[in-house]
């Protein structure tokens, strides 16, 4: 059965700390891992990963994808209340006959940044 | 900008009640989903289309169904709704075929069930 399992569930942190978000897969026909923040609202798109070892960053966050051990990490350097939300991962996967991408979520980790 | 526009951001309705959950995207996109989103229990996909009047179940179908009768539209109906689909609703939309892109998320529509 295709899953995606992330950890932690919840972290409570203080401003300026770094955190580490992880997200580990299994998925027949992986094509992309995605991160998404959602705050009070609909999730917002932070990256799109599709090769191994190349680290996207955005500010002061930034991802990688290790797709042999089958897992990516967010991580947030110097973090600020305006950080807390919960963090998405989700896979991307090819769905039946090849053509059409399907999206399987994780539950989410709970990111609470304290000042 | 992509825009996906869900048609309400809070709905009450009763037990038994035929509910509509109306999802509306600007781009072009083949792809359309419908989540929902519990407390612990993450973002589970009930059902997705990926071409006009062609449709999937997802994870959690039952007591729902879809309807997409144009590419932009895609619907998502409870027959006879019941207090255990009191939920937050997510309406998403991704280009289809080979690309690789991310998907777009409408805001949300929360539906209480009395």
């Known amino acids: 059965e295709d899953k995606v399992v992330q950890s932690p569930l919840s972290l409570v942190v203080h401003e300026g700390d770094t955190v580490t978000l992880n997200c580990s897969y299994e998925?027949?026909?992986?094509?992309?891992l995605l991160w998404y923040k959602q705050e009070k609202k609909a999730p917002t798109f932070l990256f799109m990963l599709t090769s191994s070892g190349i680290e996207k960053k955005s500010g002061r966050l930034s991802s990688i994808l290790d797709k042999k051990e089958l897992f990516s990490i967010l991580n947030i350097t110097a973090t600020q209340t305006g950080d807390s939300a919960v963090y998405l991962c989700a896979v991307e996967y090819f769905g039946y006959g090849g053509s059409q991408g399907n999206l399987i979520f994780g539950k989410g980790t709970k990111l609470s940044v304290k000042p | 900008d992509v825009k996906v526009t869900q048609s309400s951001r809070y709905l009450v309705k009763r037990t038994g009640e035929k509910v509509f959950l109306e999802c509306v995207q600007d781009m072009d996109h083949e792809n359309m989903f419908w989540y929902r989103q519990d407390p612990g229990l993450g973002l589970r996909l009930i059902y997705f289309?990926?071409?006009?009047?062609?449709?999937e179940k997802g994870d959690i179908p039952e007591g729902y169904s879809v309807s997409r009768e144009k590419k932009e539209r895609f619907s998502l109906i409870l027959e006879s709704a019941s207090t255990n689909q009191t939920s937050m609703y997510l309406c998403a939309s991704s280009p289809g075929g080979f690309v690789n892109t991310e998907a777009f998320f409408g805001q949300g529509t929360r539906l209480t069930v009395v």
């Open positions: 289309s990926y071409d006009v009047k062609m449709k």
């Open positions: 998925v027949t026909n992986f094509r992309s």
